[in-house]
């Protein structure tokens, strides 16, 4: 039975509150996540659905607030964003230490790296490229409070916002200096534009949190960092993890599913939005920076909690090497506000 499953608590619960599952049930761990855990549940006539839950261990305060994430894809059910169907959600900590949601499984395939993207047709990366962008443009017309989101959080002041929250976790999580880190905040906040306009943010907005099928998204996934504010934020973040052939990371035996070439260009994806919401990304590199350095902080978050323990036993995960991708993100961040400036 993997860790942070109590089965014999969680499947008599499970046999109350889902619909139409038949006990008994098997969970096996998700591969892939590095901060809440995700299980696959199968009942006794072969019927599948995802269970989330916090990771293992300490968490910082407010962080893997399943309720929240529940609520979240919830209210867009039936919206034009795919999500999985929400399907019963349990704060009693009793049941299995934690709380947890149980969502609709959906098949598809997670483009995590190049090896996943390789088998796909040219017509096929294309179009789940364009799909991408789209889906995203979609989440940003969305009103909030028109879907019961409303008070997902404040509207405006979105970067100061994000600045505060992940500095204090980087000051919280900190294992080792990184000068980087430090210089890209004073730059961040020196440079820190005018928010024009809000929205529903995702927050981890790429193709390592979609599933995939016929050239489609066919649900988008982890909605822990979601919240309100500044659409340009996912815009950014999602052209990061956007990398051409011409750019892969020496030394990464992962490269990222857009590095096998055939998916529309960043500049491409820019245009698409742009026509699609009337927003204007001139500014988009500073979002860029700010991406970079955040995921910077919550990758030294993740690194902390492996030192720890917090994300169970037999993780494979090299930590020299995650300890160099947090700094390499530092760097990245501090290179395009350097050249902004």
Not at 193 to 201: A, D, E, F, R, T
Not at 202 to 208: A, E, F, K, P, V
Not at 229 to 255: F, K, R, T
Request: charged share 20%; hydrophobic share 40%; aromatic share 8%.
């Amino acid at each position: 039975m993997p860790e942070g499953i109590h089965p014999e608590r969680v499947t008599a619960w499970l046999s109350k509150h889902v619909v139409g599952l038949k006990p008994p049930v098997t969970f096996a761990l998700v591969a892939g996540g590095h901060s809440n855990l995700t299980f696959r549940v199968e009942d006794s006539r072969g019927r599948a659905w995802i269970l989330r839950r916090p990771p293992l261990g300490h968490v910082l305060e407010s962080a893997h607030d399943m309720a929240r994430e529940y609520r979240i894809i919830h209210a867009l059910v039936g919206t034009r964003v795919p999500v999985p169907g929400a399907c019963a959600l349990c704060e009693d900590i009793a049941v299995n230490d934690a709380p947890f949601y149980i969502m609709q499984f959906v098949e598809g395939v997670v483009l995590h790296d190049a090896t996943q993207a390789g088998p796909l047709s040219l017509t096929q990366r294309r179009s789940i490229g364009e799909h991408v962008i789209d889906v995203l443009a979609e989440l940003h017309s969305i009103d909030p409070d028109a879907v019961g989101l409303g008070s997902l959080g404040r509207k405006e002041g979105y970067l100061e916002r994000q600045l505060n929250r992940w500095s204090r976790q980087w000051q919280a999580t900190k294992t080792h200096e990184i000068p980087e880190m430090d210089e890209s905040l004073e730059l961040l906040q020196q440079q820190q534009p005018g928010q024009i306009g809000s929205s529903i943010v995702h927050g981890d907005y790429r193709l390592g949190n979609m599933l995939i099928r016929e050239g489609r998204i066919q649900a988008l996934l982890d909605w822990e960092l979601c919240t309100l504010g500044d659409p340009l934020a996912d815009v950014g973040y999602l052209l990061n993890s956007w990398l051409g052939p011409d750019e892969l990371m020496p030394g990464e035996a992962a490269q990222a599913p857009t590095t096998v070439g055939g998916f529309p260009s960043r500049e491409e994806l820019c245009n698409r939005y742009q026509e699609a919401t009337g927003r204007d990304l001139s500014n988009i590199n500073y979002y860029r920076a700010f991406s970079h350095w955040r995921l910077a902080a919550i990758g030294q978050g993740v690194y902390k909690r492996y030192l720890m323990g917090a994300m169970g036993q037999n993780r494979e995960l090299d930590l020299d090497l995650y300890k160099e991708g947090v700094i390499r993100r530092a760097a990245a961040a501090l290179g395009l506000l350097r050249a902004r400036g």
